[in-house]
């Protein structure tokens, strides 16, 4: 079973995942069926990256941690 702390860099992965879909312009619906989230998970973190000035590029170079926070 996964603990905690190993959980947190396979999320970072898919929060990359989402902000590279979706500065690929794919829609909300196409990146949730894709990366396995619910929609309103994928519209959180677009809503929290938007709101936090981090654009897809610098996604690429955050930690886990630092796309969590």
């Not at 312009?25 to 519209?43: E, F, L, P």
């Amino acid at each position: 079973m996964r603990g905690k702390v190993q959980g947190v860099p396979m999320e970072g992965e898919r929060i990359r995942e989402i902000l590279r879909l979706w500065g690929l312009g794919q829609s909300q619906r196409t990146i949730s069926a894709s990366v396995g989230a619910a929609r309103s998970t994928v519209q959180d973190y677009i809503r929290r990256a938007k709101t936090a000035g981090v654009r897809v590029e610098e996604a690429r170079e955050l930690s886990a941690e630092e796309l969590l926070t």
